[in-house]
């Protein structure tokens, strides 16, 4: 083969390759908790068939033989790891007046992820929204509660469709023990189904709801944006080992320990299948600095879940500015 000719086909492999790389990102998502930890993850995978090319046989398998590759990069990452979870994985809801500012380490919650790393650009809208519910914070934090192998099994049978003969292949075990594992696994999560309503896919009316909350936010008018709440909605805020339930309460923190986001601005973006936006607050220096990001859930037409993801280091994987002017 001549050097022209090999190159070519090396490009052509690190194409095959890279044409994966959304739907990997979106099961190691799924099966790690961190969007970090993912492309962590994927990254290894590329490299690891980057260098396996070489012995790789049957053009056609290409999928199946780097998930074969990344969900052992998945299970080595997770042995000893802790499980990361929601506040309401961790507790019950708090009254704010208890709000003391206690954080815990950021490997310990789960993290959101950008739509545009982990969904497909095209498709199915049926399959599209099936792929967002299978991204909601919900449900990826109840994977997490599942032992590393039947979390792999159920990803790879109940989200990606794959045969029992296949995932048995790609485990290195039988099909009585894949039928086994998912049995198991179905129990845990129907077990730990959340309480709260199951975000809807965004329509009309929503972006609507959304285009409201956003004004009633950046004028900081609380009275406004509580009356948007579902009675049950919750907010989130890690790192901090804190949650709250319902509008009340919600109302209170804005106006009390919340009180410093006045004056910020809402950048949209799409998270989780969900609405999204980078917050931004005043800062003393001048312009507006990153505070976190807010992934905002709606059911029913009023929104259920306001989940503060506080930190700067998620804003570049979302693409966001790194400060406001």
């Known amino acids: 083969m001549t050097t022209g000719s090999a190159a070519g086909s090396s490009q052509v492999l690190a194409q095959d390759l890279e044409q994966h790389r959304r739907e990997l990102t979106g099961y190691c998502y799924r099966m790690l908790g961190s969007v970090f930890d993912a492309e962590d993850a994927v990254q290894e995978t590329m490299v690891r068939g980057w260098r396996g090319l070489d012995g790789f046989e049957g053009r056609s398998a290409m999928r199946s033989w780097l998930y074969r590759i990344a969900t052992n990069v998945c299970l080595d990452m997770l042995r000893g790891s802790q499980r990361r979870a929601r506040p309401m994985d961790m507790g019950l809801s708090r009254a704010t007046d208890s709000f003391a500012g206690a954080t815990l380490p950021?490997?310990?919650?789960?993290e959101?992820?950008?739509?545009?790393?982990v969904l497909p650009e095209h498709g199915d809208p049926a399959e599209l929204a099936a792929a967002k519910e299978s991204v909601r914070l919900a449900f990826v934090a109840a994977l997490q509660f599942l032992p590393a192998r039947q979390r792999a099994v159920l990803i790879l049978r109940e989200v990606l469709r794959w045969q029992a003969a296949e995932v048995a292949e790609l485990l290195d075990?039988?099909?009585?023990s894949v039928n086994s594992a998912l049995q198991r696994a179905r129990a845990t999560m129907s077990a730990r189904e959340p309480e709260e309503p199951l975000p809807e896919v965004v329509s009309g009316d929503q972006r609507e709801l959304l285009a409201r909350y956003v004004d009633a936010f950046e004028r900081y008018d609380i009275t406004s944006l509580v009356s948007l709440l579902h009675e049950d909605a919750v907010m989130t805020m890690p790192p901090f080992d804190f949650w709250l339930r319902g509008p009340a309460e919600m109302g209170k923190f804005f106006v009390g320990p919340g009180g410093q986001?006045?004056?910020s601005r809402l950048v949209a973006t799409e998270a989780n299948g969900c609405a999204a936006f980078g917050q931004?607050?005043?800062?003393?220096?001048?312009?507006?600095?990153?505070?976190?990001?807010?992934?905002?859930?709606?059911?029913?037409g009023r929104i259920t879940g306001h989940h503060n993801f506080i930190g700067t280091r998620l804003f570049e994987a979302f693409g966001l500015p790194p400060r406001l002017p």
């Not at 075990?173 to 009585?176: E, Y």
């Open 106 to 110: 950021e490997h310990l919650w789960l």
């Open 112 to 117: 959101p992820v950008p739509d545009t790393r």
């Open 173 to 176: 075990t039988s099909v009585a």
């Open 261 to 263: 986001c006045r004056g």
């Open 280 to 300: 931004y607050k005043p800062d003393p220096g001048g312009g507006r600095a990153p505070w976190g990001i807010q992934v905002i859930e709606i059911s029913g």
